[in-house]
């Protein structure tokens, strides 16, 4: 099960009819055609690339002109961030990071499809999943599947929120140079120098990436 489903559920349809979505591969009447765009290139994200359809759910994921509650005019879905669960679907921006942050911390019960949009350029809610274990969180971020157990994140966002406030938040996922050592040093003595040296070893790690994410801008209180 993949997000656009579950958006539907939340939504009050029900999926129904034979055939099976081109994109998430929920099930589907065949109504609506796949309409895939020539620019389209997660060809291998599909979950049914021989259907000609797409599905409500894909429908509602995919929609360049959503109609949103204190939005002027419509909106591009994709631009957004998303949690979506059995009776709600809420979306967030990039400013509403520290609730995002919650949600990954704390998730909902499951189901469950948090959906964290870095770009607002691809359609990736189809490739969410939806998290159905209450042990392992499960979330989508720029269409990269990322599986943890939410302690483990706690200790990794913290690590960041303690760097970020010396070195900003930035610099976390670009290149650290000497200057940033330094000022991690006078901040944070020895043990800064050691989290530092933990951190480059594995910023690169998908759960890392989005820890940085999560993490709190310089100058921000770093307790919670």
């Known amino acids: 099960m993949r997000a656009p489903e579950l958006m539907a559920i939340a939504a009050g349809i029900t999926a129904h009819g034979a055939q099976r979505c081109y994109y998430c591969g929920s099930r589907c009447n065949g109504l609506r055609p796949a309409a895939v765009k020539p620019t389209f290139t ?15 759910g894909c429908d509602l994921a995919m929609d360049e002109k959503r109609v949103m509650a204190g939005k002027d005019k419509p909106q591009k879905t994709r631009n957004y961030s998303w949690v979506i669960t059995e009776s709600e679907c809420t979306h967030y921006t990039k400013s509403d990071i520290a609730i995002l942050r919650v949600h990954c911390l704390y998730p909902p019960r499951p189901p469950y499809a948090i959906c964290i949009a870095t770009s607002g350029q691809k359609q990736i809610l189809y490739q969410t999943p939806v998290c159905i ?17 939410t302690d483990e994140l706690a200790s990794l966002v913290e690590t960041v929120d303690a760097l970020a406030a010396v070195i900003g938040k930035p610099t976390l996922t670009g290149d650290i140079e000497t200057g940033h050592v330094i000022r991690v040093h006078e901040a944070m003595g020895d043990e800064g120098i050691e989290l530092l040296q933990a951190w480059e070893r594995i910023r690169s790690q998908p759960l890392s990436r989005l820890a940085a994410f999560l993490a709190k801008p310089k100058g921000a209180a770093t307790n919670d």
């Open 133 to 149: 274990d209450s042990e392992q969180a499960v979330i989508g971020m720029e269409g990269e599947v990322i599986t943890y157990i």
């Open 42 to 56: 997660g060809w291998s994200n599909v979950v049914c690339p021989g259907s000609d359809f797409r599905c409500a």
